[in-house]
């Protein structure tokens, strides 16, 4: 496991007024924080459970986490993925010797799918969040974040099914219990958003965002709760302000972040008047950006630039 860097922005800081710390987690193995949940799930396993192999479903990252760990530990992994998925992230899969099967238009048809298969086989399934130790496996970068910087008052998450916030703030909180813990998620897959502040489990029936790593449309029945004890608020972004951020990494901290990982930017920016924090985290959860969408997420930018001029 990478011990991934704590990275300053003096522009970012003279920006939002705060103290800001990226987890570049985009320099992880396989890009992306995933291989942490994947590789202390699969090393809990039995020699007799690996064995028989594993499956799971995924969206990108989770699915190359597991590939990649399955490959260290010799066990063979079985991959659904949606029709979608970018290639870049069906290649890279394939290329750490795991079987993917692409199905469905989306996670939740994938899921359903990977989960129907797991039943015949025999395989030990790693859910892509709804795990405790997968939630354990993402908590080790909040440790290490606390190590690197012990001043951090507020961390900022992006949430998808909930595995890495619930992971990150159970820890936090285990740390320092005055630590604040914001999830985001896109304002076109809320279902965690819903929850959270409805109180009750909610579904949605469609997601729509570039931000597919976090698309989920159905919240962890195990990640929920764990959420509404620990964390302390969860926000929405726009498509449009998560392409700016990730156009701004890119032209001031010269750093590729897919749309997962810039939506914990894009809500520091777009709430941070109502974010109290001096030393605030930022979780740069992945990397892997299907570069043939660069013209689109750029002309997104664009149009929240002209809104925002067009406001003042």
């Keep these: 496991m990478h011990r991934t860097p704590l990275l300053t922005s003096t522009t970012t800081d003279n920006l ?4 800001v710390y990226f987890k570049m987690e985009n320099q992880q193995k396989t890009g992306a924080f995933k291989f942490r949940g994947a590789s202390y799930k699969l090393m809990q396993l039995s020699r007799d459970q690996l064995s028989k192999g594993v499956i799971t479903a995924s969206a990108g990252n989770h699915a190359q986490g597991v590939a990649l760990a399955a490959k260290k530990l010799g066990a063979k992994a079985s ?3 949606p029709e979608g998925t970018p290639l870049a992230k069906v290649n890279a899969t394939r290329n750490y010797g795991a079987e993917v099967i692409l199905t469905g238009e989306s996670f939740q048809e994938a899921l359903e799918a990977s ?3 797991q039943k015949h086989t025999g395989a030990e399934y790693v859910h892509p969040f709804d795990d405790i130790e997968v939630m354990t496996g993402q908590g080790t970068m909040v440790m290490e974040m606390l190590r690197q910087e012990d001043r951090l008052d507020t961390i900022i998450v992006p949430i998808g099914g909930g595995g890495l916030i619930s992971g990150i703030a159970v820890a936090a909180k285990h740390v320092n219990r005055n630590i604040r813990i914001i999830g985001v998620q896109a304002a076109g897959a809320p279902a965690m958003y819903n929850s959270f502040h409805s109180h009750t489990l909610q579904t949605v029936d469609s997601v729509s965002t ?3 790593g976090i698309a989920v449309k159905t919240p962890g029945e195990k990640t929920l709760p764990i959420i509404r004890n620990y964390v302390d608020d969860v926000v929405t972004v726009t498509d449009n302000e998560i392409a700016s951020a990730i156009v701004y990494m890119l032209e001031r901290n010269k750093t590729l972040m897919e749309g997962a990982g810039a939506a914990a930017l894009a809500a520091l920016f777009a709430h941070n008047d109502q974010i109290p924090s ?3 985290g930022i979780i740069v959860s992945g990397g892997n950006l299907d570069i043939g969408i660069m013209a689109k997420i750029q002309e997104m930018a664009n149009r929240l630039e002209h809104k925002e001029k067009i406001a003042l």
Aim: glycine residues 6%; contains cysteine; proline residues 0%.
């Design 115 to 117: 989960i129907d298969h």
């Design 210 to 212: 570039i931000a597919e």
């Design 278 to 280: 001096r030393h605030c």
């Design 16 to 19: 939002v007024g705060k103290h």
């Design 79 to 81: 991959i659904f993925m």
